[in-house]
């Protein structure tokens, strides 16, 4: 491991390191404020007292509850049929995406990431001896990822065996529509990838609709979700992929046995229940109301600034993502000699107390932006409002 920049998670460690000191206003870290549901801990403390699943470990799959409950939310949400027997319970979706390159890629071969994107999927491809290759886009959003360009990058790096998107998408908050997720599935089938799905923001979509790949084509489609935002739960570990590929979901399930043996078993079982809480859906939708309305506030406030400018509108997720303009490049200019989006959040953070993530860490196209999470306590959104707004 010679590369100390693949083991650092930026957003965490920025977040830990003012965590502890009063007066910051941390818009770091994508731990929703709103987390967990008071379903949650009923059934927590229900759990507890009978606590008779302690002394087992979990079916290798995870539990065909949890499963079950995980089939039945796809079927509601969208009217799609899931086979809970394809479904695998693992740590986090991102459990799901390092088992999914395991079984899906060797050693050496490429995943493709556009660029920009969430920067776990380089990090982690980096550490399993994968290779990470950039799909640009013409410009930020979905729609402009350009099937020509697809087909020079297979050229370019033709050892690519996935594609990896993450929809509603961290850091842009663009939503893929349906019309071009059939196009990129369609692409991988006709060209052997597979089209790796990350969701985890699927209860974000301020404009338009959701659609989980599975919709479009169960064919070398793997989807990737979790409870860590939807349910503000991130703690509890629980995440899962479907693949309908009996191999492929074998392999999935092997490497986990031998990386991690099982997943808690009573958080599967507090999962297995909020999951199936029939009242969480209207929760979750008033949270998604409330990140809306603070998108909709903080995208005034950046629309006044003179340092930013909010060139992509999110349809969804919890995420800012202005641009700095050349006033903005002025202030910072006295410590220019990192990119633009370091010596930015370098400058909120020591004069301003504000913590935020440098574009620098999503992709070489985006090194003039900053990434604001709007998904904070109340009184840090109100504060950072106003600070943002006296820039
Ligand atoms: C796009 C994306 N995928 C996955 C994760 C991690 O999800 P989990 O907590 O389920 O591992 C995050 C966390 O911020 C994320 O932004």
Not at 82 to 90: K, Q
Not at 181 to 190: A, G, K, M, N
Request: charged letters at 25%; glycine letters at 4%.
């Amino acid at each position: 491991m010679d590369d100390r920049e693949i083991i650092e998670y930026a957003s965490k460690s920025i977040s830990h390191s003012i965590r502890d000191i009063a007066g910051y206003v941390d818009l770091s870290f994508g731990e929703p404020w709103f987390g967990p549901p008071p379903f949650a801990q009923i059934a927590l403390q229900e759990l507890a007292e009978e606590a008779t699943c302690l002394n087992r470990y979990a079916p290798p799959f995870g539990s065909m509850q949890l499963r079950i409950a995980i089939a039945e939310r796809y079927r509601e949400l969208y009217s799609v049929h899931v086979d809970p027997e394809c479904v695998l319970v693992t740590h986090g979706a991102s459990g799901a995406f390092c088992l999914s390159i395991l079984a899906l890629t060797s050693p050496g071969d490429q995943v493709m990431i556009t660029d920009p994107t969430y920067m776990l999927y380089e990090r982690s491809s980096k550490i399993l001896g994968r290779e990470p290759v950039h799909i640009p886009r013409r410009q930020l959003d979905f729609a402009s990822i350009d099937i020509h360009d697809l087909d020079l990058a297979l050229q370019r790096y033709p050892r690519s065996k996935v594609l990896i998107i993450n929809s509603p998408e961290n850091p842009t908050g663009d939503v893929c529509s349906a019309e071009k997720l059939r196009e990129l599935v369609t692409w991988c089938q006709t060209n052997g990838i597979w089209l790796l799905h990350d969701e985890v923001y699927d209860s974000f979509v301020f404009d338009g609709r959701h659609v989980p790949a599975i919709e479009v084509s169960e064919e070398k489609v793997v989807m990737m979700n979790s409870c860590s935002k939807r349910y503000g739960m991130p703690g509890i570990r629980i995440g899962w992929l479907i693949v309908k590929d009996k191999k492929v979901l074998q392999e999935c399930s092997k490497i986990h046995d031998y990386c991690y043996f099982s997943v808690n078993v009573l958080a599967q079982e507090v999962a297995a229940r909020v999951i199936s809480e029939k009242t969480l859906p209207a929760w979750v939708s008033s949270q998604c109301d409330e990140i809306r309305m603070r998108t909709n506030r903080f995208t005034k406030v950046l629309n006044n600034s003179r340092m930013f400018e909010l060139d992509i509108v999110p349809k969804g997720a919890f995420f800012l993502f202005p641009r700095i303009t050349e006033e903005g490049k002025r202030r910072v200019e006295e410590s220019l000699s990192v990119s633009v989006s370091n010596a930015m959040a370098q400058y909120l953070k020591m004069e301003h107390k504000i913590a935020v993530v440098p574009g620098s860490v999503y992709g070489e196209h985006v090194k003039d932006r900053i990434r604001i999470v709007t998904a904070v306590a109340p009184s840090v959104f109100e504060e950072a409002i106003g600070r943002f707004a006296n820039l």
